[in-house]
């Protein structure tokens, strides 16, 4: 069945880097765009990032350009969001999902998320 | 970027209530926008796209209407399942954004 898997988080210092990573499986990884959303405790969804299917093109949220890199490896079916120079309101659960088209985009496909603690 | 606009941030509503919940953007996004619901821990689910179509598996007690600047979501029966919070996400540009939430609480 269609799955995704993230892994990579914990806890880390103000400043910091992170590297999160997101297993597929299922489905035609090296077909679909791919995006990482965080959620801060308590909070609402904010989208992160994005990578076009083979990778030529990305977007990023301003709140981490400049700071996060997202990438992926086709021949791994696997996503990956590098974070540097973490803050504190960077605090918050990861999840990786796949941008479906069906006359309109839609995230059809999420991860169970995992959780990035920026603190000292 | 354009700021999508939920309201209310949360309701109130027995089982059995039609409930409505809307979402507005800054600017036209055609009906590029979608619903998702969430529950507590878990990850968001889709449950309507391009404004008014219903994912698979989702059942028909769910709809969406809308399009341009003004949408809705609506549960027309609502069962014990459905107490979450629903957010609406526009698909029109990047970089995608969310509304705030609405949470629907058991009155």
């Known amino acids: 069945q269609v799955q995704l898997v993230e892994s990579g988080g914990g806890v880390v210092q103000p400043g910091g880097s992170l590297r999160l990573s997101c297993a597929a499986s299922?489905?035609?990884?090296?077909?679909?765009?791919m995006h990482w959303v965080r959620q801060a405790p308590g909070k609402g969804l904010e989208w992160v990032a994005v990578?076009?299917?083979?990778?030529?093109?990305?977007y990023y949220a301003d709140s981490v350009k400049g700071r996060f890199t997202i990438s992926r490896d086709n021949s791994k079916n696997t996503l990956s969001l590098q974070m540097n120079s973490v803050r504190a309101e960077d605090t918050a659960v990861y999840y990786c999902?796949?941008?479906?088209?069906?006359?309109?985009?839609?995230?059809?496909?999420w991860g169970q998320g995992t959780l990035v603690t920026v603190s000292s | 970027a354009i700021q999508m606009t939920q309201s209310p941030s949360s309701l109130s509503a027995s089982v059995g209530d039609r409930v409505t919940i809307t979402c507005r953007a800054s600017q036209g996004i055609r009906n590029d926008l979608g619903w998702y619901q969430q529950k507590p821990g878990k990850a968001p689910k889709v449950l309507i796209y391009?404004?008014?179509s219903l994912q698979s598996g989702v059942p028909s007690r769910f709809s969406g209407s809308g399009s341009g600047t003004e949408f809705t979501l609506t549960i027309s029966s609502l069962q014990p399942e459905d107490f979450a919070t629903y957010y609406c996400l526009q698909d029109y540009n990047y970089p995608r954004t969310f509304g705030q939430g609405t949470k629907v609480e058991l009155k």
């Open positions: 999902t796949r941008d479906t088209w069906k006359n309109s985009y839609l995230f059809d496909c």
């Open positions: 299922g489905f035609s990884f090296s077909t679909y765009a």
């Open positions: 391009a404004a008014s």
């Open positions: 990578i076009s299917y083979d990778g030529s093109n990305k």
